[in-house]
């Protein structure tokens, strides 16, 4: 990193995709001058990054939020992290792939882009899709309670 800085000189650090989408949201697009931003991302899981008053929050230790294990639907599917129905297993690439694969809508190696392709004529693409999105979206309001903001920025990374 020391190299990075010297040879270019910029000021460079490494950082988590959902901090860095953040900050870069906060400082540079559409969410620059607001006091709290929070921003998730949606690729295969589901990132959050928060900065306040200009400053990235961070967990413990230096950890990121793990807000993508964030429970939205108790009878949900099981997630890795040993909780059912996080927006994780609900809504990233990874399960809306495995969902889609699970009911036939894509054979394997499909992706997320083909299962949101086949919404208009295929209802359980529209489904899979509308479940993610319910998820994305009880997430959103979870972050903007708690973080007492007004607005959510949210970005894809892999969709
Ligand atoms: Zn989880």
Redesign the pocket.
Known sequence: MSALRSSADIEALVENDANAAALGEARFGAARDRAVVVCITVGTGIGVGVVRDGILVHGAHGTHPEAG?VVVDPDGPL???G?HG?V??LASATAVVTAATAAGVIGAGGTAKQVHDATGADPRAAAIVARAHNALAALARTLVAVHAGRSVDAGAAVF
């Open positions: 294990h997630c890795y992290c909780a996080c994780e297993v």
